[in-house]
């Protein structure tokens, strides 16, 4: 039976920023991956990153790409009934950004970096199963290469998402979960054009949501609220740019440059917390405990918030052999949480067209659009979160 200090379940960016961050801190750790790299490295997902994850990556030795290649935005604009107001994030906030930085690239550096420090990712282990969970001799089973092989561990970082088996192993009764699923996707498109503005453009129109983001000056990141009956087949590249299109005010529509996609999905929305996020000494962090809508930008960000409290409450037990930020971590970890769901949920109201809203509803969206047009106050709310509430220490 192979060891370890930390097992860690999933190499998406939760799993692979905490074993780099655990690496650089002399603690042992080994990531148990279902799929293949190319897989991993196949999903287009986030695009923005909040300063304190930009930072948190420079800790980790994987930032120097990210520096380089990454666009640093200081605004963004929204775009409703014709017009389009600029929301100057810096000014509003004192001074911060995000970065426009594609996930899939992060994931790319972490595991580049992962592979060069001889750090250990064994992808394709199917059937991982958690054993021991509340004694202090876990162990993680699994299935590689047709042989079931066992790993011993001081503890386990379920970094393994929603669908992960991670969550799944804390017994029902003793976890609260929290759900709202909307009843529409975003449907997104990945293509080499040119963005549309050189930050982003949120947009709400009686037709639905949208939204031109971008990768780099070149390609662009666009979405728009469909119908979650859709299906990617009955949106060719054409209706997908006519339908954003007319969603966005003139100014912006006349710059967008229609081309062919190179990545087409529909993504469902869905609001989920689960609480607590420790069980004995499993650990959850990123998508395993909890789910935002896309809106707000802030599934990979709360996912390495998550990173950064686990690994200073297991660098604290290995060196200072106290376990006050263990026993914290799922109380500080949730407060941070919860604030980004409120934000995320907030922005998807604000933002998307609901199919059951009557006219009392939409009034009231309206009403709350044009103060934010027009009210300094309510801009600085949007701003203060949109680049990211503080962490605790
Ligand atoms: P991930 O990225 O889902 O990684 C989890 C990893 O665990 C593996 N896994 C297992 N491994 C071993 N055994 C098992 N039983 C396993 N089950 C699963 C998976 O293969 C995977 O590699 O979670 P993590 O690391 O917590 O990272 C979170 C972020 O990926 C996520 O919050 C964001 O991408 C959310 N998200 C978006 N966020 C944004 O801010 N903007 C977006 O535009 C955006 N688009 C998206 C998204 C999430 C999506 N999902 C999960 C359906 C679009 C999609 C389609
Ligand atoms: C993206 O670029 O994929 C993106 C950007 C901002 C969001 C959601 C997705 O709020």
Redo the contacts with the bound molecule.
């Keep these: 039976m192979q060891g370890t200090q930390v097992a860690i379940?999933?190499?998406?960016?939760?799993?692979?920023?905490l074993g780099a961050l655990l690496h650089k801190a002399g603690i042992a750790n080994l990531i148990?991956?279902?799929?293949s790299s190319d897989?991993?490295l196949s999903?287009?997902?986030?695009?923005?990153l909040e300063q304190t994850t930009v930072a948190l990556l420079e800790e980790a030795g994987v930032a120097e790409r990210l520096h380089r290649e990454g666009l640093v935005h200081s605004g963004i604009y929204l775009s409703f009934d014709g017009a389009r107001q600029h929301i100057d994030l810096q000014k509003l906030t004192g001074g911060r950004a995000v970065t426009v930085y594609g996930?899939t690239e992060m994931?790319r550096d972490l595991m580049e970096a992962r592979a060069a420090a001889g750090m250990t990712t064994l992808y394709e282990?199917?059937?991982?199963a958690l054993h021991d969970i509340t004694t202090d001799k876990p162990r993680v089973s699994?299935l590689r290469n047709g042989r079931r092989e066992e790993l011993r561990c001081d503890f386990i970082a379920g970094?393994?998402?929603?669908?992960?088996?991670?969550r799944q192993s804390i017994p029902a009764e003793l976890l609260k979960t929290f759900e709202r699923v909307y009843p529409f996707g975003?449907l997104?498109v990945l293509a080499d054009t040119p963005p549309v503005a050189h930050e982003l453009v949120y947009a709400h129109h009686p037709r639905g949501f949208a939204l031109c983001?971008m990768r780099s000056k070149t390609r662009s990141?666009c979405?728009v609220q469909c119908s979650l009956s859709d299906s990617v087949e009955q949106w060719s590249d054409a209706r997908f740019w006519d339908e954003l299109r007319s969603r966005l005010d003139p100014a912006t529509a006349a710059a967008l440059q229609p081309a062919a996609a190179i990545e087409k999905?529909i993504?469902?929305l869905r609001s989920f917390v689960a609480e607590p996020m420790r069980h004995g000494r499993l650990f959850l962090?990123?998508?395993?405990a909890h789910?935002?809508p896309?809106t707000?930008?802030?599934?990979?960000?709360?996912?390495a918030s998550?990173v950064r409290y686990l690994s200073r409450a297991l660098i604290e037990h290995y060196r200072e052999r106290s376990d006050a930020g263990l026993d914290q971590y799922s109380e500080k970890a949730l407060r941070r949480v919860w604030r980004a769901e409120r934000f995320s949920w907030t922005m998807t109201r604000l933002l998307h067209s609901f199919p059951e809203q009557g006219g009392f509803e939409q009034r009231l969206q309206r009403a709350e659009l044009d103060y934010l047009f027009s009210s300094t106050a309510a801009q600085t709310s949007l701003a203060e979160n949109y680049v990211g509430l503080a962490l605790e220490d």
């Design positions: 379940i999933g190499a998406g960016p939760a799993g692979l920023l148990l991956e279902q799929r897989y991993v999903r287009i997902r986030a695009g923005i996930q994931t282990a199917e059937q991982v699994y970094c393994d998402g929603f669908h992960g088996v991670s975003w997104g983001s990141r979405y999905s993504a469902p962090a990123g998508d395993a789910i935002v896309p707000g930008a802030k599934g990979l960000n709360l996912a998550d």
